[in-house]
């Protein structure tokens, strides 16, 4: 069992603040390669995703119904039988709407005969219609002997799988810090001549030569393996070593992670040898929206241990505040007096870390008895597998620093980032990463100890200008156009679907016209809710909107029209970020069959327009395609 995901809007925070935490290795002090973007976009596996979002679904009987999946069993018995008044074929006479009656009905039968079913209800809601075929009882009889063998291997090569990659599962880095600052500007010793002799010209070193230069500041490598040892428990043991100047050390660290509950896991680890330190911290979820972690350290037994406390908040739909308070070395009493050489000292953090859909930033302003900063850190995710991300901070230990960076992925399974980073007094350091199966090499480069503007112009500058260009006129058209041919592939082999559930709206408006009429005229009659036209198809698209006039008034109810949200209005929808290049495609409820609706446009986000008359004035209003519909309301006069 993996530890309990946090809510998503607040995984960025967490997610932030984790990678602030300080190493449990005192030898793990290596320049950070946090500038280089960690994550990237498959794009193809967003493509798989469209191809799977557009596929033919199942029919939604809540949809079909025109209720929510929270309806009561009584509001499912009245919206059927009003249904009943309507596509009941003994209610037809005419040979054409009774035949068009008989298919809508079995299937307004169907969804009734579900839902009514309190077993069937929550097979439906857990397997969908492919949890209704057979005996309607989940386990084995639901399948035959074959797929029951098929189901036992599959499991077992998961199985075997999972086993083979807990044994496997191990994350290394390598890191070697170069210091490259004779290379670009070098120090050459004035030449002197024999007295009264022509002076000597100083050797042009060849390039090769002027590599040779270069020095290796510090070797780092760490490596881990992760196994489970419990339902609930995860172990990571690893080691790391560390050289600077020929002299250097490594330690081995001992970690136990706990999941306690969904809401709940600690996690404790330990140095096991010299510099020997403890380390113990929780991760504690108060609700969907708020979450608080403590880090408490141990480095000796004759002073309390440091602390860390963060406390976290959902502010935003996509934004969370979070505050931090460490104390540093401090003393209960005697406990703790005189130990320690007093440089770890108090400091409380403000931040806030947030995410869209094709960015992250984060901010963060801390002051502290030594040190104190004020840091910003912004992500932006082009079209293609790509992130740039800028970075910047003020501080009173580390001085003025700023970084760009980007991540490229090369392969399934491998990746190549690349950051420049300028300050003062920290310099220029270029570095370079490269990642393959948890495998990771860093290359930290310093260019120049001291600000050189032109090694930060051309190293930093052009390329991110470079870059942006390039994905506003080349990588986002081009992308776009991808997307346009795939929704056409999809568009022609689902042909012959789209074909029948055109058909399908049809037969209902044919037999939702003679009722429409009825109610339209009663609503008339009383000055009511009378629809006076409501199209439904591609946003800002003419061209791609069909009449839904007749089905919106045949669901008019005392003056009163309402269509519950979370799901869309056809058989078969899109999220309106479809043309953004995200990790995942997010879910909406089970997609609707409202009865004459079909999809006019399929893979592109929609809306519906309404225009009514209610009580003699004129309303409109305009809805995305998985919102809830009600009317009249006063905000909808024009």
């Given at each position: 069992m993996t530890p309990?995901?946090?809510?998503?809007?607040?995984?960025?925070?967490?997610?932030?603040?984790?990678?602030?935490?300080?190493?449990?290795?005192?030898?793990?002090?290596?320049?950070?390669?946090?500038?280089?973007?960690?994550?990237?976009?498959?794009?193809?596996?967003?493509?798989?995703?469209?191809?799977?979002?557009?596929?033919?679904?199942?029919?939604?009987?809540?949809g079909i119904l025109n209720i929510s999946?929270?309806?009561?069993?009584?509001?499912?018995?009245?919206?059927?039988?009003?249904?009943?008044?309507?596509?009941?074929?003994?209610?037809?006479?005419?040979?054409?709407?009774?035949?068009?009656?008989?298919?809508?009905f079995q299937s307004i039968q169907k969804a009734y005969e579900v839902l009514v079913h309190p077993t069937k209800r929550i097979l439906y809601d857990t397997y969908g219609e492919q949890g209704l075929k057979g005996t309607m009882e989940v386990g084995p009889k639901l399948k035959t002997p074959e797929e029951m063998r098929a189901e036992y291997e599959k499991q077992a090569r998961l199985k075997r799988e999972q086993d083979l990659e807990n044994l496997v599962r191990s994350k290394g880095e390598f890191q070697v810090n170069l210091d490259a600052t004779q290379v670009f500007d070098p120090y050459e010793p004035p030449v002197f001549s024999g007295f009264g002799g022509p002076p000597k010209q100083a050797k042009r070193p060849s390039p090769l030569g002027a590599l040779s230069r270069a020095q290796v500041q510090q070797l780092f490598m760490k490596h881990s393996f992760e196994t489970q040892v419990g339902p609930a428990t995860h172990a990571v043991i690893a080691g790391s070593m560390v050289s600077r100047g020929g002299m250097g050390g490594g330690n081995i660290i001992g970690t136990i992670r706990h999941t306690v509950s969904p809401r709940f896991w600690v996690e404790g680890g330990a140095n096991l040898l010299r510099p020997r330190a403890l380390t113990f911290k929780t991760y504690f979820n108060v609700s969907s929206d708020s979450f608080i972690n403590t880090i408490s350290q141990a480095r000796t037994i004759y002073a309390p241990p440091i602390l860390t406390v963060t406390a976290g908040r959902?502010?935003?739909?996509?934004?969370?505040?979070?505050?931090?308070?460490?104390?540093?070395?401090?003393?209960?009493?005697?406990?703790?007096?005189?130990?320690?050489?007093?440089?770890?000292?108090?400091?409380?953090?403000?931040?806030?870390?947030?995410?869209?859909?094709?960015?992250?930033?984060?901010?963060?302003?801390?002051?502290?008895?030594?040190?104190?900063?004020?840091?910003?850190?912004?992500?932006?995710?082009?079209?293609?597998?790509?992130?740039?991300?800028?970075?910047?901070?003020?501080?009173?230990?580390?001085?003025?620093?700023?970084?760009?960076?980007s991540d490229h992925r090369l392969t399934k399974h491998s990746r190549f980032g690349m950051a420049m980073e300028c300050g003062v007094p920290s310099g220029v350091v270029a570095k370079f990463k490269v990642t393959r199966l948890g495998q990771k090499i860093v290359i930290p480069i310093v260019l120049s100890g001291e600000?050189?503007?032109?090694?930060?112009?051309?190293?930093?500058?052009?390329?991110?200008?470079?870059?942006?260009?390039?994905?506003?006129?080349?990588?986002?058209?081009?992308?776009?156009?991808?997307?346009?041919?795939?929704?056409?592939?999809?568009?022609?082999?689902?042909?012959?679907?789209?074909?029948?559930?055109?058909?399908?709206?049809?037969?209902?408006?044919?037999?939702?016209?003679?009722?429409?009429?009825?109610?339209?005229?009663?609503?008339?009659?009383?000055?009511?809710?009378?629809?006076?036209?409501?199209r439904y198809g591609k946003k800002d698209g003419n061209n791609d909107m069909i009449d839904v006039t007749v089905a919106i008034q045949a669901l008019v109810n005392d003056s009163k029209l309402t269509i519950p949200g979370g799901h869309a209005k056809v058989s078969k929808s899109t999220p309106s970020h479809m043309f953004l290049p995200t990790p995942r495609i997010l879910k909406t409820?089970?997609?609707?069959?409202?009865?004459?609706?079909?999809?006019?446009?399929?893979?592109?986000?929609k809306h519906l327009v309404i225009k009514y008359r209610f009580q003699h004035r004129l309303h409109e209003v305009t809805v995305d395609d998985t919102a809830p519909v009600a009317c009249p309301l006063r905000s909808h006069i024009v």
């Amino acid at each position: 069992m993996t530890p309990p995901m946090p809510n998503e809007n607040l995984l960025p925070a967490i997610t932030f603040l984790l990678g602030c935490s300080l190493p449990m290795d005192p030898y793990e002090q290596t320049q950070s390669s946090a500038s280089i973007p960690d994550d990237f976009v498959d794009d193809e596996e967003h493509f798989r995703e469209l191809e799977t979002e557009l596929a033919p679904k199942d029919a939604d009987y809540y949809g079909i119904l025109n209720i929510s999946k929270q309806a009561t069993e009584d509001e499912i018995k009245d919206s059927y039988k009003k249904l009943c008044r309507i596509f009941h074929p003994d209610k037809h006479t005419d040979p054409e709407k009774k035949k068009a009656a008989e298919a809508q009905f079995q299937s307004i039968q169907k969804a009734y005969e579900v839902l009514v079913h309190p077993t069937k209800r929550i097979l439906y809601d857990t397997y969908g219609e492919q949890g209704l075929k057979g005996t309607m009882e989940v386990g084995p009889k639901l399948k035959t002997p074959e797929e029951m063998r098929a189901e036992y291997e599959k499991q077992a090569r998961l199985k075997r799988e999972q086993d083979l990659e807990n044994l496997v599962r191990s994350k290394g880095e390598f890191q070697v810090n170069l210091d490259a600052t004779q290379v670009f500007d070098p120090y050459e010793p004035p030449v002197f001549s024999g007295f009264g002799g022509p002076p000597k010209q100083a050797k042009r070193p060849s390039p090769l030569g002027a590599l040779s230069r270069a020095q290796v500041q510090q070797l780092f490598m760490k490596h881990s393996f992760e196994t489970q040892v419990g339902p609930a428990t995860h172990a990571v043991i690893a080691g790391s070593m560390v050289s600077r100047g020929g002299m250097g050390g490594g330690n081995i660290i001992g970690t136990i992670r706990h999941t306690v509950s969904p809401r709940f896991w600690v996690e404790g680890g330990a140095n096991l040898l010299r510099p020997r330190a403890l380390t113990f911290k929780t991760y504690f979820n108060v609700s969907s929206d708020s979450f608080i972690n403590t880090i408490s350290q141990a480095r000796t037994i004759y002073a309390p241990p440091i602390l860390t406390v963060t406390a976290g908040r959902r502010i935003f739909s996509a934004a969370t505040g979070y505050l931090t308070y460490r104390t540093g070395e401090w003393n209960l009493g005697e406990w703790g007096r005189g130990v320690g050489q007093g440089m770890d000292k108090s400091s409380f953090a403000l931040g806030i870390a947030g995410q869209g859909k094709r960015k992250n930033y984060s901010a963060e302003i801390q002051t502290g008895i030594v040190a104190s900063h004020l840091a910003l850190d912004y992500t932006y995710r082009m079209v293609d597998s790509t992130r740039i991300r800028v970075g910047g901070s003020l501080s009173t230990v580390g001085g003025i620093m700023a970084s760009i960076g980007s991540d490229h992925r090369l392969t399934k399974h491998s990746r190549f980032g690349m950051a420049m980073e300028c300050g003062v007094p920290s310099g220029v350091v270029a570095k370079f990463k490269v990642t393959r199966l948890g495998q990771k090499i860093v290359i930290p480069i310093v260019l120049s100890g001291e600000f050189n503007i032109r090694l930060a112009f051309w190293g930093a500058v052009v390329p991110a200008s470079v870059a942006v260009i390039a994905d506003h006129f080349v990588l986002k058209p081009r992308r776009k156009q991808r997307l346009n041919d795939k929704i056409q592939e999809l568009r022609e082999e689902h042909a012959d679907y789209l074909a029948q559930r055109k058909t399908e709206a049809e037969q209902a408006l044919l037999i939702l016209s003679d009722i429409a009429g009825r109610k339209m005229k009663s609503e008339e009659t009383k000055h009511g809710l009378v629809i006076i036209e409501a199209r439904y198809g591609k946003k800002d698209g003419n061209n791609d909107m069909i009449d839904v006039t007749v089905a919106i008034q045949a669901l008019v109810n005392d003056s009163k029209l309402t269509i519950p949200g979370g799901h869309a209005k056809v058989s078969k929808s899109t999220p309106s970020h479809m043309f953004l290049p995200t990790p995942r495609i997010l879910k909406t409820f089970t997609q609707s069959n409202i009865l004459g609706f079909h999809d006019p446009c399929l893979g592109e986000a929609k809306h519906l327009v309404i225009k009514y008359r209610f009580q003699h004035r004129l309303h409109e209003v305009t809805v995305d395609d998985t919102a809830p519909v009600a009317c009249p309301l006063r905000s909808h006069i024009v």
